[in-house]
């Protein structure tokens, strides 16, 4: 096991992956921008090393200022967390050549699953079910109008290196073709550098039902069953919960089975989530795998009463699993809900300011992880995640109970939160059915 972990991020990420790491008795070092230089995650660490400016561009996202804080402090890993750095094969590869370890995949298996059409073609060929579409990249309208034709309208066009809807564009009808790749492409350009796309069949109100993932470097690959993931705002995940609610049985075990079968044919290691779309008879199909660890990950550890962070410290390390599939059971079921410094009532605008009073809930089957305190400030430049309100019971019943209870118990003076939204969802007739598709927000169907 390494001695010392740098993490390469900030608020309740790098709190969460701190916490781990006193477990194990790691040393800890923190990195953080001039806008953090009061953080909590600063002081949680044993060092901490200020890397550059407020903007992510100077500090989070700057690998050569946080590779030369993890020589200073003789780090010998980096956990990326998730956003940031934690997805660039580039920056695994700069860690791995510094003769640190990078606590997540392989360079190659982040590369590869970062291009979404060798991903697509990859799963595929591993028996993973993908949605009808072009085998790779469209190289203009008429190949992308050949395909449209062949699979059927609606369709949707994506970036290569795309991923969380950046450069997507749903076009329901040949004539509209030719104006939205030319949108799609320009935006994948500007967005990435790269402007190819690829065409699939556009499914209607599909659920977002994601598989959380696990190798070693044994090759051993388990998966920890399955996160409901639907209720999302502009591909921001709001609220994910495990088991998925009236997930059939079947789609419960092709989803884990393809999951499992994905992440092997690539030799996959640590934490990874592969993101399907689930259709209303049960029908699902790879979407794209998210080579980290994810936002949501608090939900699967509270079904499965196991610590993730924990198992990417021991993997990364070059242990075994420390746990066998069978010892992965979904006992409970977990909630999470994202708090964001954003205004519900203004079409979730962010709201930047200082935490004037912050009181939180607690008690059975109630988790918070949380960046902040009363007198933290919300920055322009980062995410706006304030906290994560897990909560976990028996039934599903009883977690939404304690989660309904937790929100009232929430007290946030100085920004605009979340909350007010949160509240009605967990009221609504169609959570507490567990009818939830990702489509629910554009419809208006939790509105004030
Ligand atoms: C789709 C789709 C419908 N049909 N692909 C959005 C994010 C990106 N990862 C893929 N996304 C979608 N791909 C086909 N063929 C609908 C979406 C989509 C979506 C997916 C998951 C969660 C929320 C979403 C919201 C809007 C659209």
């Known amino acids: 096991m390494f001695g010392t972990v740098l993490v390469a991020n900030r608020g309740e990420i790098a709190r969460r992956v701190f916490r781990a790491c006193k477990q194990l008795g790691l040393k800890t070092v923190a990195v953080y921008s001039q806008a953090d230089r009061g953080a909590l995650h600063v002081r949680d660490a044993d060092t901490a090393v200020e890397i550059g400016g407020a903007a992510a561009r100077e500090s989070y996202l700057n690998a050569e200022r946080?590779?030369?804080?993890?020589?200073?402090?003789?780090?010998?890993?980096?956990?990326?967390?998730?956003?940031?750095?934690?997805?660039?094969?580039?920056?695994?590869?700069?860690?791995?050549?510094?003769?640190?370890?990078?606590?997540?995949?392989?360079?190659?298996?982040?590369?590869?699953?970062?291009?979404?059409?060798?991903?697509?073609?990859?799963?595929?060929?591993?028996?993973?079910?993908?949605?009808?579409?072009?085998?790779?990249?469209?190289?203009?309208?008429?190949?992308?109008?050949?395909?449209?034709?062949?699979?059927?309208?609606?369709?949707?066009?994506?970036?290569?290196?795309?991923?969380?809807?950046?450069?997507?564009?749903?076009?329901d009808k040949a004539p509209d073709l030719a104006?939205?790749?030319?949108?799609?492409?320009?935006?994948?350009?500007?967005?990435?550098?790269?402007?190819?796309?690829?065409?699939?069949?556009?499914?209607?109100?599909?659920?977002?039902?994601?598989?959380?993932?696990?190798?070693?470097?044994?090759?051993?690959?388990?998966?920890?069953?399955?996160?409901?993931?639907?209720?999302?705002?502009?591909?921001?995940?709001?609220?994910?919960?495990?088991?998925?609610?009236?997930?059939p049985a079947a789609t419960k075990a092709g989803l884990t089975a393809a999951a499992v079968a994905g992440a092997r044919a690539i030799g996959y290691t640590n934490a990874g989530t592969m993101e399907f779309l689930v259709d209303e008879r049960g029908g699902f199909y790879f979407l794209e795998m998210n080579a980290r660890l994810q936002v949501e990950h608090p939900v699967t550890e509270e079904v499965t009463g196991l610590d993730l962070v924990l198992a990417q410290l021991h993997v990364a390390a070059g242990e075994p699993l420390p746990w066998p599939q069978s010892a992965i059971v979904q006992r409970r079921a977990a909630i999470e809900c994202r708090v964001y410094a954003e205004d519900p009532a203004k079409g979730f605008l962010p709201s930047p300011g200082t935490i004037q009073t912050l009181e939180l809930p607690s008690g059975e089957g109630i988790r918070i992880e949380s960046g902040i305190e009363a007198g933290s400030t919300v920055s322009v430049h980062y995410d706006p995640l304030l906290f994560k309100l897990i909560a976990h019971g028996a039934t599903r019943a009883e977690a939404i109970e304690r989660l309904a209870g937790a929100l009232d118990h929430c007290v946030i003076e100085g920004v605009r939160t979340t909350i007010p939204f949160l509240r009605r969802v967990v009221a609504s007739a169609e959570f507490r059915q567990g009818r939830v598709h990702t489509q629910m927000l554009e419809q208006g169907a939790f509105n004030a």
Not at 112 to 136: N, Q, T
Not at 192 to 204: H, P
């Open 66 to 171: 946080i590779l030369d804080a993890a020589r200073q402090t003789r780090a010998d890993a980096i956990h990326p967390g998730y956003g940031f750095l934690s997805e660039s094969a580039r920056f695994a590869e700069a860690v791995q050549r510094a003769g640190i370890t990078f606590i997540g995949p392989r360079p190659d298996a982040i590369r590869r699953m970062g291009d979404k059409i060798e991903a697509r073609r990859l799963m595929s060929s591993a028996g993973v079910s993908v949605l009808p579409g072009s085998s790779g990249a469209v190289a203009d309208v008429a190949g992308a109008e050949a395909i449209a034709r062949e699979v059927g309208y609606p369709v949707i066009l994506k970036a290569a290196a795309g991923g969380g809807g950046i450069g997507m564009a749903r076009v």
């Open 179 to 247: 104006a939205a790749f030319a949108a799609a492409n320009r935006r994948a350009q500007a967005a990435f550098g790269t402007g190819d796309l690829y065409v699939e069949r556009y499914l209607e109100r599909p659920r977002h039902v994601e598989v959380q993932v696990f190798g070693d470097e044994a090759g051993a690959v388990v998966h920890m069953h399955e996160r409901e993931c639907s209720i999302q705002r502009r591909h921001q995940k709001l609220v994910e919960e495990s088991p998925a609610p009236g997930l």
